[in-house]
């Protein structure tokens, strides 16, 4: 069984999909790559990166906070606006 080649460009799409929030499974599926080879991708294209995956992490737990915090903020508005 030989395996496949891929170009870089084809990798880092891979790689900036799962960033976006794609699924591993996902992309491995849809693009008929192992959820192995895509691992080994992203921590070879990881440091390239413009921003950690730690980093990604945390703000992506911030902006969740903040958008449950918005939401918080127009009922209570709506609460206030309606006595």
Known sequence: ???KR???SFKKKIVQLHLEGRAITELG???KVSPTA???WIKLYADESAISFKE????QKENKRLKQEVEILKQAMTIMTSK
Do not use: N, Q, T, W
């Not at 990604?56 to 703000?59: D, K, N, R, T, V």
């Open 6 to 8: 891929y170009d870089e």
């Open 1 to 3: 069984m030989s395996s």
């Open 38 to 40: 895509i691992y080994s």
């Open 29 to 31: 599926k849809e693009y």
């Open 56 to 59: 990604l992490s945390a703000i």
